[in-house]
């Protein structure tokens, strides 16, 4: 096969269309979701991926519609009466749509690395990996469905074909990442990762069984186009279960999610030179700038106020509910983060300084869980502590005039007594203890 050959046949084809409608499509979706993976390499892997519950239908019925071309013309009988055999005929259109579908979701994965690149601090080396493996996905679904519509090429066969892959993703999407799913689960959806976050890489071992998996499904697919037998296009199949056999023994079979923590990401930066010390994760690095002063503002005005006041500002990639009950360091604040899609931190200076200072510098307990007025209380507590701090009354909010009423009660107490009754709503909540912090900052028992 020339290259004059394959550029007639991508002329002739719907080959930049796929790729084209792979690229805007895919772009369009990303865009959609910049908030979820705005700035971190990883996360645009994992979304581009699960996108492709979208663009592997399409390229199945893309796919399908091509392997239709010669009978829409009217030319099937005459180019079946040539010498050459069938392979060759529709080998250039094969490899015209492959790489057609291969460059549609490259271009979509640069789509959104222009973003990235401007503002990511860590680059994993397993999130290219990721991307890869989604190309295999599309030239998989692209030689599928040239297959099917080439065993039944009628008018319906590609918006049938593109109707059933995306029944197959939708159901095999339903609890994927857990290990009570069967593995042959994760053979047959594009994104079998589960929920993720801005701390947690893919295992190799995941990436090695589906590559397997997808090269031998494009290879029955590809030859299951190009045989011209039934008897040989049921030879074609061999690949496929064998790569399944074999993907779904290098699966792991932990008990959890597939991704699992990535070390690298959460491993700290923090400022240099005097001051307190204000620290981020590697993947969030961009935000330590933005951090830095009203963490350092917090600090001191908890110095200034409370007895035994944390001395640095880490920020922690476990989520306040997780790890529950668990004493938290007292000399050390711990803050969770939100990175914003165009860099930097989420939240403005005077957010991020009440975020630090709410709850006298500590962070929510997850005893409250499933009691909602306990919640309602202890959110009043925290916010008012942190108004104490701040010597300023509470941000307007769903529990500001709430905040606000305890804040004022609080401040209607001695100097001292205020003091210790934040100081012993800091220590609860340190310690995670089961107790109403409303009850403890304003009540008539401290």
Not at 247 to 253: K, N, R
Not at 294 to 314: E, G, I, N
Request: aromatic residues 8%.
């Amino acid at each position: 096969m020339t290259g004059r050959i394959l550029r007639i046949e991508i002329h002739r084809s719907v080959a930049p269309w796929t790729a084209l409608g792979a690229a805007l499509v895919g772009a369009a979706l990303l865009y959609v979701a910049l908030d979820g993976w705005g700035g971190r390499w990883m996360l645009l892997a994992l979304w581009q991926r699960e996108f492709l519950f979208i663009l592997w239908p399409m390229a199945l019925g893309l796919g399908a519609w091509q392997a239709g071309r010669d009978r829409r013309c009217r030319t099937e009988e005459l180019v079946a009466a040539t010498a050459r055999p069938r392979w060759q005929r529709v080998l250039p259109a094969a490899t015209a749509m492959a790489l057609a579908g291969a460059a549609g979701y490259v271009l979509m994965y640069l789509g959104g690395a222009v973003q990235v690149a401007a503002y990511a601090s860590y680059l994993p080396g397993q999130s290219i990996v990721i991307a890869g493996v989604g190309v295999l996905w599309m030239v998989s679904g692209v030689w599928l469905g040239m297959t099917v519509g080439a065993l039944a090429p009628f008018r319906l066969t590609p918006p049938v074909t593109a109707i059933v892959g995306a029944t197959v993703a939708l159901v095999a999407i339903t609890d994927r990442g857990y290990a009570h799913v069967p593995k042959i689960v994760h053979l047959l959806t594009p994104s079998p990762f589960g929920f993720w976050g801005d701390f947690v890489t893919v295992l190799g071992r995941v990436s090695v069984a589906h590559t397997v998996w997808l090269v031998g499904l494009a290879a029955s697919a590809l030859a299951g186009f190009l045989c011209a037998t039934r008897t040989a296009r049921m030879v074609a199949a061999l690949p496929a279960v064998v790569a399944a056999v074999v993907a779904l023994a290098v699966l792991p079979d932990g008990r959890q999610r597939l991704p699992v923590p990535d070390a690298a990401a959460v491993a700290l930066v923090c400022t240099a030179g005097p001051g307190p010390e204000v620290c981020v994760t590697r993947v969030h690095a961009s935000a330590l700038a933005e951090l830095r002063d009203p963490a350092r503002q917090a600090l001191a005005t908890m110095s200034a106020k409370l007895p035994q006041a944390p001395t640095s500002v880490h920020e922690t990639p476990e989520s306040w509910y997780e790890n529950q009950p668990t004493p938290r360091p007292g000399d050390v604040l711990l803050v969770e983060l939100e990175l914003a899609p165009w860099g930097g931190v989420k939240g403005t200076p005077d957010e991020l300084r009440w975020r630090l200072l709410d709850g006298a510098g500590t962070r929510p307990c997850a005893y409250t869980i499933g009691k909602p007025d306990a919640a309602r209380a202890n959110r009043v507590a925290r916010l008012a502590a942190a108004a104490w701090l701040a010597d300023s009354a509470p941000p307007d909010g769903p529990d500001g005039d709430a905040a606000r009423q305890a804040w004022q009660a609080l401040r209607a107490f001695p100097a001292a007594e205020q003091r210790d009754r934040v100081a012993a709503l800091r220590r609860a909540a340190l310690a995670c203890t089961e107790v109403n912090l409303l009850d403890l900052l304003v009540g008539d028992h401290p």
